[in-house]
């Protein structure tokens, strides 16, 4: 199974509500990423997850709150969003990169169009 | 600071018209080039990893090749449903977590 799944594939929320987003992978991968992407733009990261610990925060605004409750699931749970917060939100993993540090492919699921009203 | 540069923006081609898509990197020591297709309003999908100078990978009508400052794309006999964006991004030795950056991509339209 080389596929990384996500939902729901859209999203309609008002600035008050509470909503999350899922992803799935059942490649054994141990690095896992949350990723927005705008129109025309490519995409830009948000926060990445290694061994089911958070490892990176890109200085994204507490209004998203990742979780990882297990090497195959990442939530990103949503709250209070702005209009500018739609987006294209992607889901990735990949192989955790070893001590080499060399990188490693990241594979993308189709992705959570969010529109914030 | 590291940087990637797509060109052109945009290539219209008509079919069976060969070309080749650029990737013009700056960073501090490279640790991966990877090429990838995104179609409007999905994932972006993975093509190719390159790591070294001189290093080649080929699938289908799709051909990537790596030098120390650039990587190409050639696309021999493109067909309209090799139309999408390609993005390139790299891997740079500083950072962690396998933190990639991206160029903003070539969009690709292949006519009949």
């Known amino acids: 199974d080389t596929e990384v799944t996500q939902t729901p594939k859209h999203l309609v929320m008002g600035m008050t509500n509470k909503k999350s987003l899922k992803c799935e992978q059942h490649m054994g991968h141990r690095a896992m990423y949350w990723y927005k992407q705008k129109a025309k733009k490519p995409p830009e990261l948000m926060f990445v997850y290694s061994y089911e610990k958070l490892s990176i925060n890109e200085s994204v605004p507490s209004r998203f709150s990742p979780e990882c409750p297990n090497s195959s699931l990442l939530n990103l749970h949503l709250h209070a969003l702005q209009p500018e917060d739609s987006a294209l939100y992607l889901c990735a993993s990949s192989q955790a990169p070893g001590l080499a540090r060399v990188g490693v492919e990241q594979f993308f699921g189709p992705g959570t169009r969010l529109t914030v009203l | 600071e590291d940087q990637v540069t797509q060109s052109p923006e945009a290539l219209r081609l008509q079919e069976g018209e060969s070309s080749s898509l650029n990737c013009s990197y700056t960073v501090s020591g490279l640790r991966g080039l990877f090429w990838y297709r995104q179609d409007p309003g999905k994932g972006p999908e993975f093509l190719f990893t390159?790591?070294?100078a001189g290093e080649e990978k080929e699938k289908e009508r799709l051909k990537a090749t790596l030098t120390k400052k650039e990587s190409f794309l050639h696309i021999t006999a493109p067909k309209p449903e090799d139309s999408a964006t390609y993005l390139c991004a790299v891997r740079p030795s500083t950072g962690g977590g396998n933190k990639l950056t991206f160029g903003t991509g070539t969009q690709l339209k292949v006519e009949l």
């Open positions: 390159l790591y070294s």
